[in-house]
């Protein structure tokens, strides 16, 4: 909802230290500072975003140690030209004391009108 509404320094509080990202084009581990500057140079792509959410669940592991969520939701934005587009996220994410060390996303893009 934060990188939505534009509130990069949100959207970063609630990742821990450093985590993993796993996304379409790009995989890397980030520092805070990192993760500031590539949310605000992909949030800056957009004049809007609106998430429409499916479903989503927690899962902890049978000795307590790993917490994992699932979100499955679509997500439409609107480009700095006006120009408006669609795909379909599943985000996985490990938490670890109650913040963000992985955020592994799988897209489908729905195909290109002709």
């Not at 969520?69 to 985000?91: E, H, L, P, R």
Request: aromatic share 14%; with cysteine; glycine share 6%.
């Amino acid at each position: 909802k934060s990188f939505c509404e534009g509130n990069v320094d949100a959207r970063v509080a609630s990742f821990g230290e450093s985590a993993e990202l796993r996304f379409d084009d790009m995989t890397g581990r980030f520092s805070k500072d990192s993760l500031k500057k590539l949310f605000t140079g992909k949030r800056a792509r957009y004049k809007s975003i609106d998430v429409s959410m499916y479903d989503f669940e927690s899962v902890k592991s049978k000795d307590g140690k790993q917490e994992w969520v699932t979100m499955w939701y679509k997500q439409k934005w609107q480009d700095q030209k006006g120009m408006w587009d669609s795909a379909v996220y599943t985000d996985d994410m490990k938490f670890e004391n109650g913040k963000i060390v992985v955020l592994d996303e799988k897209i489908r893009h729905y195909p290109k009108k002709k």
